[in-house]
């Protein structure tokens, strides 16, 4: 029951975070980089109430409507641990073959909003920065570890907070 509870749940969670990224360019200009990156946020939160449905479900449909905060949570990262991983899988296919510029665009872009919002002598510091992280970022285990940990992380304080309300006391 559990297991296929956090695989449906986990699948759930993770078709909506590919959905919600094509929609996002379907009605915003692709070089918005700005709004994408909420957008983004955004339907990583939702894709984790989305596994917080799962949680809920199996309070319903195992544990007799009871359960404890703590089996929430440890089953809401379960759920989690899914669509993490597919995240970050999906991640470096849109870079390396769906949208293979997407990495100098998005680095062009805020070097640009960089430039224009600081001296000269801080932006020579804030390039050199922004360079390592793109040395970093182009590194494809390094890309699908901190994506899968992004998606994580959110997912993580929503498990937290939500277990709190998903918890029934005895």
Do not use: C
């Not at 957008?39 to 984790?48: N, P, Q, T």
């Amino acid at each position: 029951m559990m297991n296929t509870i956090i695989l449906k749940y986990g699948i759930y969670s993770f078709v909506l975070l590919p959905i919600m990224m094509v929609g996002s360019h379907l009605i915003i200009d692709s070089t918005n980089f700005a709004a994408h990156e909420v957008l983004g946020y955004l339907a990583m939160i939702i894709a984790s109430l989305i596994a917080m449905i799962g949680v809920a479900n199996y309070r319903k449909e195992a544990m007799n409507d009871e359960m404890s905060y703590w089996v929430a949570v440890k089953v809401g990262i379960l759920i989690l641990i899914i669509p993490s991983l597919l995240f970050g899988v999906f991640d470096l296919v849109y870079v390396n073959y769906i949208d293979p510029d997407f990495m100098e665009n998005y680095y062009s872009y805020y070097v640009e909003q960089m430039r224009s919002g600081m001296s000269a002598s801080k932006f020579e510091v804030a390039l050199k920065e922004i360079e390592v992280q793109k040395e970093f970022f182009s590194n494809p285990f390094m890309s699908f570890i901190v994506m899968s940990s992004t998606m994580f992380l959110v997912g993580l304080v929503v498990s937290l907070i939500s277990s709190f309300f998903l918890k029934t006391s005895k």
